[in-house]
């Protein structure tokens, strides 16, 4: 199991991995067509330019290799909240009274692959995408007791309101 992370102080308690490599996901140090599968957690939102990054695992893919993801969808309502405020200090404030997160933790995001029309259009260069599942996960915004039993409610409204990993 190997690895990519942009700096190696967010990987250094990670004890799951065999080789872990400092990379950009834009330009992957690895030979073409080398894994069966790649796998990325709550990465998409934070890209640029996932076009670039889809063809650079596409590249590391070996044929009918698979691409396995989770990412918030961006029609999540507390998402859509923050976008709406569009605060960078607003979002500094938040993180860390919610989570504890300092600046120098937060990675800026873009949304441009967190939606399924999205996704399956910037990837159908590169991919035959064969099976969407849309996972609910109440993680982000259940802080205490109170917080988890609204998001249950809500992830019971249509889906523009709830939050949507697929």
Known sequence: AV?????PEYTKKNICLD???VASL???PFESNKFDIVVSLWVLEHLENPTRVLNEINRVLKPNGILMFATPNSSYLPLKMVHI?????FNRLLNKCLFGRDKDEIFSTYYRANSLENFKKISKEFF???ELKLNSDISYTSFNEFTYLVTKKLLKLPSIFTKITF
């Open 85 to 89: 405020i569009n605060s960078v200090r």
């Open 19 to 21: 080789e872990i490599q």
């Open 3 to 7: 690895g990519v992370d942009v700096a």
């Open 26 to 28: 834009e330009n992957l």
């Open 128 to 130: 035959t995408v064969e």
